[in-house]
C-alpha cells in the first residue's frame, strides 16, 4: 500500500515564507511525476507546480519566481519552496505522485491528505 504524507503547512504573514514536504512510501518500484495542486475554499483543485524524474519543472503562472519545487528521488520525496507568499496563495495544499507499485506494469496517480496553508496578517 502506497501512502503520500505531507507536512510543512500552517499560518504566514503576507510575504513570509513555508516549506511543503511529501514523502511517499510503500512497494514502491517508480515515480515519474510528483506534483502539488491546491484547493481554495469554492475554487477547483489546480496544479501548481510539477516535476518529473528527470528533473523538468512547470509552474503555474501565478507562483512563477516565487515557488520552487524540488525532488530527492532516494527519499521519495518532493518539495515545495512558498516564497513572497499572499493572501491568495491560502488553500488546501495537496501531493501528488504518479508512481508504479510493486508487481505492476503501469503507473498510477495517488494523492496526499492535504495540509493547510493560510497567509493571513
Known amino acids: 500500500q502506497v501512502q503520500l504524507v505531507e507536512s510543512g503547512g500552517g499560518l504566514v504573514q503576507p510575504g513570509g515564507s513555508l516549506r511543503l514536504s511529501c514523502a511517499a512510501s510503500?512497494?514502491?518500484?517508480?515515480?515519474?511525476?510528483m506534483g502539488w495542486f491546491r484547493q481554495a475554499p469554492g475554487k477547483e483543485r489546480e496544479l501548481v507546480a510539477r516535476?518529473?524524474?528527470?528533473?523538468?519543472?512547470y509552474y503555474t503562472d501565478s507562483v512563477k519566481g516565487r515557488f520552487t519545487i524540488s525532488r530527492d528521488n532516494a527519499k521519495n520525496t518532493v518539495y515545495l519552496q512558498m516564497n513572497s507568499l499572499k493572501p491568495e496563495d491560502t488553500a488546501v495544499y495537496y501531493c501528488?505522485?504518479?508512481?508504479?507499485?510493486?508487481?505492476?506494469?503501469?503507473?498510477?496517480?495517488?494523492w496526499g491528505q492535504g495540509t493547510q496553508v493560510t497567509v493571513s496578517s
Open positions: 501528488n505522485a504518479a508512481l508504479r507499485v510493486s508487481g505492476t506494469y503501469y503507473y498510477t496517480n495517488y
Open positions: 516535476i518529473v524524474s528527470s528533473g523538468s519543472t
Open positions: 510503500g512497494s514502491i518500484i517508480n515515480i515519474n511525476t
